[in-house]
């Protein structure tokens, strides 16, 4: 279910998580990114889904040469690195994970650093 963390929400005293890992469907409930920033003044990680919600992409895309499962997991186990990365640098530049991984995303398309799933 997306688009369910309101700036409401997120500021409620109520709302106890400690972490909203996005595994699809993005949980804020519009672009603006400062429902992040509240849940970040919180000291609640917020990881979006399209950082660490890619593990049905890299099967579709792996199937495109013939699947094979160990090639797919190594490919997955990358994201685990790529987040851990993304969270460094949101805090290293005072920001919110969701802006760091819009920079880190914006920095890998622009340098062509997209996955190549080669045999």
């Given at each position: 279910?997306?688009?369910v963390l309101t ?10 998580a400690?972490i909203?890992?996005?595994?699809a469907n ?16 919180r ?12 593990g049905?992409v890299?099967q579709v895309a792996?199937?495109?040469l ?14 685990f690195?790529?987040?851990?990365t993304?969270?460094d640098?949101?805090a290293?530049?005072q920001?919110t994970?969701l802006?760091a991984?819009a920079?880190?995303?914006r920095e890998?398309?622009?340098a062509?650093?997209r ?5």
């Open positions: 279910l997306g688009g700036h409401d929400l997120a500021r409620d005293r109520g709302f106890t400690e909203v890992c996005g595994g993005n949980q804020l409930a519009d672009s603006d990114p400062s429902i992040a920033a509240d849940l970040d003044d000291g609640v990680l917020y990881a979006p889904d399209y950082l660490v919600n890619c049905g890299v792996d199937e495109l013939g699947f094979d499962l160990d090639r797919a997991r190594a490919r997955v186990a990358g994201v690195d790529t987040t851990r993304v969270l640098r949101a290293q530049a920001t994970p802006a991984a920079a880190e995303a890998r398309i622009a062509g650093n996955p190549r799933f080669a045999t």
